[in-house]
């Protein structure tokens, strides 16, 4: 199955159970100051579930466009090195606003998945909530359990603590117990390997997570109490890419027709193979996937920038740009074009992508040439530092004083140096980078809700040291 015919499988099957079918929202929030990039499909609709207004019809569903580079859901690190987490993915999802609830939401996950899509309902689990014995004393979801034991049988139904199945929208406001869909897709071998264990949230390549089903049934007050809700509501949401990947037969979302297109392409560009060499294969799918963040921002009118959301999206492609720069040996610019690729395979599904096909070619070009030109300035001044220098050793401050004025990044210069026998002090530019981040701190907050309040001025130092610059991690740099 196609991944256009997976995505319209999926909404067509709720417009038959009565949902109105909806294109996804922008996922840059223009009028939000809360959230800078939609997170989930929620978040287009959380004024509905906090009573400030009404949908037009209470079953809704969609294909969200969705950003996880900050706060809470950060995914960034995991981008590449993994292949099931992206920065930009599409969360499929039925909406249920005061209408029906988990009797309809479990029965109709089960329906689309094993009879729709027919997966083996043998690779499949779920997890229930467990309940906590906290200040809430909330007990087992009984009613989402033994509504899925119709289903499938009770070993494959797992019960799960208040992180990955009690879901809240922040301090106050709705909030209720989840349900997880999880596919396990390794093969006999691998399983035997660990004696049948089920690995289910323990970072597993072959074991994710699909689909989420929350139950909002409560309402968690000021003073820190839950009221049932009067009106209970259903939110889902499913990963599309990791979908394609299990109804496409593949290990990876990277191996499914969403990605291999762009991957062709960068192979073609860039004149590697991917499945030849880990970290080449690791640069080519975060250049895949950044690509496709920052083509759909551009497209939403979020243009790449010095502050707020526009600086995010200028660091996600400058990270694009190291990675190919590094370990793709590309010294021009490339990346915009990939984007002919991605809009000829997203159009017809998003069309601003190809309405603003040309904008967003150009943006990228331009960004890409500035971008390249500061890392040539940035390596002659390394060469400077190198030949100063009286030892083999380079000094943590003037690494981090490349890093911090000139955008050189960290993980090049490392490059750059063992390549010439020498090494940097780590541990003397982790102080300096430390001293930013304090001074960064004092002015904004960590979100670790889905909603925190950033203050305006804060966003840009939150974002460019707590985020998409932690990605400073010579550790892992070694690793690759
Ligand atoms: P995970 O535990 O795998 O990080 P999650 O619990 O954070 O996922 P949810 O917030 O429940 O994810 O989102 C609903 C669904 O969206 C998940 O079940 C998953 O299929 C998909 N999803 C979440 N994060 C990503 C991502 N970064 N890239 C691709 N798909 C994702
Ligand atoms: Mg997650
Ligand atoms: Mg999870
Ligand atoms: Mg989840």
């Given at each position: 199955m196609k991944s256009q015919d997976i995505r319209s499988t999926f909404l067509n099957f709720f417009k038959e159970k009565s949902h109105l079918v909806l294109p996804s929202a922008p996922?840059?929030?223009?009028?939000?100051?809360?959230?800078?990039?939609?997170?989930?499909?929620m978040a287009p609709f959380k004024e509905y579930f906090l009573g400030n207004g009404t949908p037009k019809k209470s079953r809704i569903t969609d294909s969200q466009k969705c950003l996880r580079v900050s706060g809470k859901h950060n995914d960034l690190e995991e981008v590449g090195y993994d292949t099931y987490h992206h920065t930009l993915f599409e969360m499929l999802g039925n909406w249920s606003f005061g209408d029906y609830f988990k009797k309809e939401a479990i029965a109709w996950a089960w329906e689309l998945l094993t009879v729709v899509y027919k997966i083996d309902k043998d690779i499949l689990y779920v997890t229930v909530f467990e309940g906590s014995?906290?200040?809430?004393?909330l007990s087992l979801d009984t009613e989402a359990y033994d509504l899925w034991k119709q289903f499938i049988s009770e070993d494959r139904i797992l019960k799960g603590n208040k992180k990955d199945n009690f879901w809240e929208m922040g301090e106050q406001g709705p909030c209720g117990p989840c349900s997880e869909i999880h596919v396990d897709i390794r093969s006999a071998e691998e399983k035997a390997k660990v004696d049948g264990k089920t690995l289910i949230n323990e970072d597993h390549p072959q074991v994710v997570e699909i689909w989420n089903l929350v139950f909002m049934q409560y309402n968690r007050k000021a003073d820190g109490s839950l009221e049932n809700l009067p009106n209970k509501h259903i939110d889902t949401g499913m990963g599309f890419e990791r979908l394609c990947m299990v109804l496409q037969g593949v290990q990876s979302n990277y191996d499914t027709d969403v990605f291999t297109p762009i991957i062709r392409e960068i192979e073609a560009v860039t004149n590697t193979k991917y499945g030849s060499n880990e970290k080449q294969d690791i640069a080519t799918r975060v250049i895949s996937d950044h690509v496709r963040a920052v083509a759909f921002s551009i497209a939403d009118g979020q243009l790449p920038s010095n502050t707020g959301a526009g600086y995010v999206i200028r660091r996600i492609l400058r990270r694009a740009l190291r990675y190919g720069f590094t370990f793709l040996d590309k010294k021009e610019p490339f990346l915009f074009r990939l984007v002919d690729v991605l809009s000829k395979k997203m159009g017809s599904a998003f069309p601003e992508l190809k309405a603003q096909k040309q904008l967003i070619e150009n943006v990228i070009k331009e960004e890409e040439t500035s971008f390249l030109r500061t890392l040539d300035q940035g390596l002659i001044l390394l060469d400077g530092i190198i030949s100063a220098s009286k030892s083999k050793e380079i000094s943590g401050e003037k690494v981090f004083e490349l890093y911090d004025t000139f955008g050189f990044p960290i993980d090049l210069t490392a490059l750059i140096l063992s390549e010439k026998g020498y090494t940097l002090d780590e541990k003397g530019f982790q102080e300096e980078l430390q001293k930013q981040k304090n001074r960064s701190r004092a002015a904004s907050e960590m979100s670790t809700e889905d909603w925190t309040i950033l203050k305006d001025d804060a966003i840009e130092e939150f974002v460019g040291y707590d985020t998409l610059t932690s990605n400073v991690n010579l550790t892992r740099y070694r690793k690759v």
């Open positions: 996922m840059v929030t223009k009028d939000d100051p809360t959230l800078m990039f939609v997170n989930s499909g014995n906290d200040e809430d004393n």
